[in-house]
């Protein structure tokens, strides 16, 4: 079935390093979205990304949707110990549901 | 409004035990699915629906059965549990029928042991 693999699993940053994550599919994707979830939370949306070559901007948070909409990433500037969580993205599959990465767990040292 | 809500919290169970895990939506949504999380696996899809009275497996429905009566509810049911099934299990749900096309509203989470 249709997969999305998301690199890399987890990520130390020192507090004020930049941090990105990638998505990657082996087919197209209808869109994209992002989740973030925190410790012991629930995953919350962030955004979603629908055109060939689409780039958002929220903040310090910069989401890119490939050419091909095969892949996307997303990337934080000066991390904060508040964006502490995992970060999964979400690409909409063929039969209408949302295929999830596994995600990548970002943890921010003071 | 309360969004999704998800009873109960946590839950223990003994292998071979039944159970119903409880979610609500008050948002009118068309699409609610069930999702487990399980370490370093993400969120897998176990079953969905698109509107009341249809339902649909998604990647890892065996051992749950679902039922969609009303709009509102969307219960997940553990047939005969199996420490398999230990794990996170969110309940989620989205405007238009594909699930894909809008945002999701998760809710809290059953956190689930079985022994």
């Known amino acids: 079935g249709q997969q999305v693999m998301q690199i890399p699993q987890y990520q130390h940053v020192q507090e004020g390093e930049d941090f990105t994550t990638y998505c990657n599919s082996s087919?197209?994707?209808?869109?994209i979205q992002w989740y973030k979830q925190r410790p012991g939370g629930h995953p919350v949306f962030l955004i979603q990304l629908v055109k060939s070559g689409e780039v958002k901007k929220q903040k310090r948070l910069t989401f890119q949707f490939g050419e091909a909409k095969k892949n996307s990433s997303l990337h934080i500037t000066a991390t904060q110990t508040t964006d502490v969580g995992t970060y999964f993205c979400a690409g909409g599959g063929s039969q209408g549901n949302l295929i999830f990465g596994k995600g990548t767990k970002l943890s921010v040292k003071p | 409004n309360a969004g999704v809500t998800q009873t109960p919290k946590f839950q223990v169970l003994k292998t071979g035990q039944s159970m119903t895990l409880q979610c609500a939506q008050d948002?009118?949504?068309?699409?609610m699915s069930w999702y487990r999380q399980d370490p370093g696996m993400g969120l897998r899809l176990i079953h969905y629906s698109v509107g009341a009275g249809i339902t649909d497996q998604g990647e890892v429905p065996n051992g749950y059965n679902v039922s969609r009566s009303t709009t509102e509810d969307f219960p997940l049911r553990l047939l005969s549990a199996a420490p398999s099934q230990t794990s996170v299990y969110f309940c989620a749900s989205s405007y238009s029928r594909r699930g894909a096309d809008n945002e999701q509203f998760f809710g809290p989470g059953t956190r689930l042991t079985v022994l």
């Open positions: 948002m009118n949504h068309e699409y």
């Open positions: 087919t197209t994707l209808s869109n």
